[in-house]
């Protein structure tokens, strides 16, 4: 026969009892190594500050109330009751945010410093949604204040600080949630138990994309002219990192998403929502030892929008990342066509098709003998952020890991921020997880990107 499986083994075993037992070993090996690595998977530190009981109230302080978080601030209230939690204050840099994300929460205390909020003792948690360069300092200081915090993803600007998080989680004990809701729905889930339990075998290849088509450009909100240089902090908006410092403009501060200094673009944005899924749906989440990407910015749709810049990222990009294992996965993502590629997980037995609220398991025509289809359906929760905003809060009481929790989070922010690399260098990435060191092609270290690094940053 073709194939080595094929043989009987000397005792007599049978091709589906070896699949069989082997895919139970390969399960027993994945539930002792899942998101466990030889320098950083310690052990979480106990947690500080006030001790919540099943039944005591979570009072949830909101930091960024724009378009998205003032979604979280509805959804948030909409399931108070259910979650048992009190929306308790608001910080934003600009008054007219501060004051309708108050509207909608009620009787709640208001701040223009988040610094401020966080001397709160009476908050217990925090939800971040700001630009993306606040992420990793609001969630640092939001943990050692005392507070769980929530973070919209991508979970960092870059791969440093990244790390800075990862080791204040690891050293605070506070129940870190990344905003990729996604890792909610739970068809990723079943798909994590069917791997896990060795039903494809080895895995070899995973694919998705995230695809939109904005022919005035992708992130090209609409201004508010209430905004004036007066209305808003601008210095502490930029922060101190930023060094590509622009004078007030009311276009990087709505447009942000397509700046380099505060936004990845397609990878900071999009590529999260697929990525923190398919890697957790491995079951194993690994850091990636490689990364490539190749971006393109052909269609220039910006020019589509009177009185905007044009954008600093690409209007289309591609990234393959391999893992140790030998799993690859490649993801891509568009602001300009969006017809996207289907979620679908290939392993040497079979394939696993994911899709709405379902999840198909196609054996290999060379295994059809030994692993049965098997089809998933209406599989629920499905993606929703009230369901990610609840299993956070419920970790809170629990002291349970959330879905997207720092261990998956910063794995899937190693791809992304190698994936930035990739693009605007032109190298091929490869990554040490042991050493956290970035080499090109050619076995030469290359410093992880950052604030200052490239221009504009």
Not at 59 to 70: I, S
Not at 88 to 110: F, I, P, Q
Request: aromatic share 8%; charged share 25%; proline share 5%.
């Amino acid at each position: 026969m073709q194939h080595d499986l094929a043989q009987q083994s000397a005792g007599g075993e049978s091709r589906r009892s070896f699949i069989r037992r082997t895919a139970t070993a390969t399960a027993a090996v994945a539930a002792v190594n899942m998101f466990k690595t030889p320098v950083y998977g310690q052990t979480q530190a106990p947690s500080t500050g006030r001790v919540i009981g099943a039944n005591d109230r979570i009072a949830v302080g909101f930091v960024g109330v724009g378009p998205q978080g003032m979604l979280h601030v509805n959804k948030m209230k909409q399931n108070a009751d259910k979650n048992n939690v009190a929306l308790a204050a608001v910080c934003d840099l600009w008054e007219k945010r501060r004051e309708a994300a108050k509207a909608v929460m009620g009787d709640c205390k208001t701040y223009d410093d988040y610094r401020k909020m966080l001397e709160n003792k009476d908050i217990d948690a925090v939800l971040c949604a700001t630009v993306d360069h606040w992420h990793a300092q609001i969630s640092i200081d939001s943990m050692k204040a005392g507070k769980h915090i929530y973070v919209e993803k991508p979970m960092s600007r870059y791969l440093p600080e990244a790390f800075e998080v990862w080791d204040t989680v690891k050293a605070t004990g506070k129940v870190f949630q990344v905003g990729s809701q996604g890792c909610s729905d739970a068809k990723w889930h079943k798909c994590a138990e069917l791997i896990k339990a060795g039903s494809l075998g080895p895995l070899v290849l995973g694919q998705g994309s995230y695809m939109r088509n904005s022919p005035a450009g992708e992130w090209n909100y609409t201004i508010d002219p209430d905004l004036k240089a007066g209305s808003v902090q601008w210095d502490q908006w930029l922060g101190p990192n930023i060094k590509t410092r622009a004078d007030f403009s009311a276009d990087h501060f709505f447009r942000w998403r397509k700046y380099y200094p505060y936004c990845a673009g397609l990878l900071g944005d999009l590529f999260p929502h697929r990525l923190h899924p398919l890697v957790l749906a491995t079951g194993n989440p690994e850091f990636p030892n490689r990364v490539v990407a190749v971006g393109t910015k052909a269609i220039h749709t910006d020019k589509n929008t009177p009185g905007t810049q044009e954008r600093d990222c690409p209007e289309c990009l591609t990234l393959v990342a391999e893992f140790p294992s030998g799993y690859s996965l490649m993801v891509c993502s568009s602001s300009v066509n969006e017809y996207g590629l289907p979620d679908v997980i290939r392993g040497h037995y079979a394939t696993l098709l994911i899709g709405g609220a379902n999840v198909d398991l196609k054996p290999e025509a060379k295994f059809s003998e030994e692993i049965d289809p098997e089809s998933f359906k209406n599989l629920l929760p499905v993606e929703d952020i009230g369901e990610h905003e609840s299993n956070w809060i419920s970790c809170i009481r629990s002291g349970k890991q959330p879905n997207a929790n720092i261990d998956l989070a910063v794995r899937v922010q190693a791809i992304v921020s190698l994936g930035e690399m990739s693009d605007r260098l032109g190298i091929a990435c490869h990554y040490d997880e042991k050493t956290r060191t970035v080499m090109d092609g050619t076995g030469k270290k290359v410093d992880p990107v950052t604030y200052g690094t490239l221009k504009p940053s």
